[in-house]
């Protein structure tokens, strides 16, 4: 049982746009502790998608937005393409564990 | 960009201790956190601590009494020791670049945990 809840799985047709939903509590996202998004193709290394919330990395398109509200966050994906195709996963800090990691997120494009 | 590659033997037996280090190129480890992280197989993703270029640590609640990380900044290269494992240890285990978050990654190494 991951502290930040994620959907098991979402999935979408390539050029529409999905979300990714990641629920804490008043020890992490609603602390005001920021929260992070990173992709991972399987067998693969994950790769840092958004921070702080709302930033991305140089060299991340900007199809890709991150969101956060009080105790959740969203990671939103708009222009869906096949190779979005992999797993998804929030990470924040918590006040009694330190980091944490959401359950994962597995895209599908249809 | 730094590059990071971890190293260390792909099989460690039950009880015995597992010993990884991270190597890393291509720019600075002065401060900076530097982190360990596992995933076991078919599964999400675990913190277990980081370690600070000064040498400061912080480690996972549920890991801490078996998990040392330590740094060698004149080797620009850090390691984990985490000691009496089991077959839950058994995980690809990255070292990760800690800046604004887990910022760059190496490409992950698999231990086993097995007699």
């Known amino acids: 049982q991951s502290v930040l809840t994620q959907p098991p799985s979402v999935s979408g047709a390539p050029g529409q746009r999905v979300t990714i939903s990641c629920t804490g509590t008043?020890?992490?996202?609603?602390?005001?502790?920021?929260v992070h998004w990173y992709k991972q193709i399987p067998g693969t290394a994950p790769k840092l998608l958004i921070y702080?919330?709302?930033h991305r990395p140089s060299g991340v398109p900007d199809r890709f937005s991150g969101s956060k509200s009080g105790t959740s966050a969203s990671l939103a994906i708009t222009g869906l393409q096949a190779e979005d195709e992999a797993d998804y996963y929030c990470?924040?800090?918590?006040?009694?564990?330190?980091?944490?990691f959401g359950g994962g997120t597995k895209l599908s494009v249809l | 960009q730094e590059q990071l590659q971890e190293s260390g033997p792909g099989l460690v037996e039950p009880s015995e201790t597992l010993t990884l280090t991270c190597s890393v190129s291509?720019?600075?480890?002065?401060?900076?956190?530097w982190s360990w992280i596992r995933q076991p197989p078919g599964k999400g993703l675990e913190w277990i601590g980081y370690?600070?270029?000064?040498?400061?640590?912080n480690y996972n609640p549920s890991l801490k009494s078996r998990v040392t990380i330590s740094i060698d900044t004149s080797k620009t290269r850090f390691s984990l020791k985490l000691n009496s494992v089991t077959a839950a240890d058994t995980a690809t285990y990255y070292c990760?670049?800690?800046?604004?978050?887990?910022?760059?990654w190496g490409p992950g190494t698999l231990v086993t945990v097995s007699s």
């Open positions: 008043n020890s992490n996202l609603g602390a005001g502790f920021r």
């Open positions: 370690i600070y270029y000064n040498g400061n640590t």
């Open positions: 702080d919330d709302t």
């Open positions: 291509g720019g600075s480890i002065i401060n900076y956190y």
């Open positions: 990470q924040s800090y918590d006040s009694g564990l330190s980091e944490v």
């Open positions: 990760a670049k800690t800046e604004m978050a887990f910022d760059v």
